[in-house]
């Protein structure tokens, strides 16, 4: 089955840019997605297939790809970014279905 | 405003079965393919299925294939997720999550439920 892998955690200062990366085989064929997730709330969708954000989300989170690696990026980082984020992808491959990634704990020093 | 509601969780015991509602509202319904994530304690997101807007296509993960069935009532805004054979390792909070564009799948998961627990022991 497909794999996406993160790091576990990212740690940044306010007011820095903390980058969050999802690798996978062939990861460039699928359009990625990445999302925020607070304890006791529900997950939030910050950047979808690829580099596009919904409307509802600041232009500070970004997504990027290159070769087997999937980016996000948050830009002037804030205490209220700090959750856990995951990547996610359509995989056409094995069965066509959603396969998220890891997860990333990003903490805000 | 856009929403989805989950309810059904519960405590069952190993081998039963349990069935999940997703109440949708605040957009078209019928437009849009609907999904079943959820979390186990301490463990990342984990999707599980997914139906398109008009019921004809169908997808599991391989965890919960031939055990769980996804279905719509579009009549009543419903997604329905039919457990059975329930493990204990499927103790997690199940969450209901409408796919992003209207007639599409696979760009991402934009409206989401708080959730419903289900603990299996």
């Known amino acids: 089955s497909y794999v996406l892998t993160q790091p576990p955690s990212v740690s940044v200062a306010p007011g820095q840019t903390a980058r969050i990366t999802c690798e996978g085989n062939n990861i460039g064929r699928e359009g990625v997605h990445w999302y925020q997730f607070k304890p006791g709330q529900a997950p939030v969708l910050v950047v979808y297939d690829d580099t596009n954000w919904p409307s509802w989300i600041s232009e500070r989170f970004s997504g990027s790809k290159s070769g087997n690696t999937a980016t996000l990026t948050i830009s002037r980082v804030e205490a209220g970014d700090e959750a856990d984020y995951y990547c996610q992808v359509w995989d056409n491959n094995s069965g066509q279905k959603y396969v998220f990634g890891s997860g990333t704990k990003v903490t805000v020093l | 405003q856009k929403q989805v509601v989950e309810s059904g969780g519960s405590v069952v015991q190993p081998g039963r079965s349990l069935i999940l509602s997703c109440a949708g509202s605040?957009?078209?319904?019928?437009?849009?393919?609907m999904n079943w994530v959820r979390q186990a304690p301490g463990v990342g997101l984990e999707w599980l299925a997914l139906?398109?807007?008009?019921?004809?296509?169908?997808r599991y993960a391989d965890s919960v294939k031939g055990r769980f069935t996804i279905s719509r009532d579009d009549s009543r805004k419903t997604v329905i997720l039919q457990m059975s054979s329930l493990r204990a390792e499927d103790t997690a909070l199940y969450y209901c999550a409408r796919d992003l564009l209207e007639y599409r799948m696979t760009y991402g998961m934009d409206v989401w439920g708080q959730g419903t627990a289900v603990t299996v022991s």
């Open positions: 139906i398109s807007f008009d019921g004809s296509e169908k």
């Open positions: 605040g957009f078209t319904f019928n437009s849009y393919a």
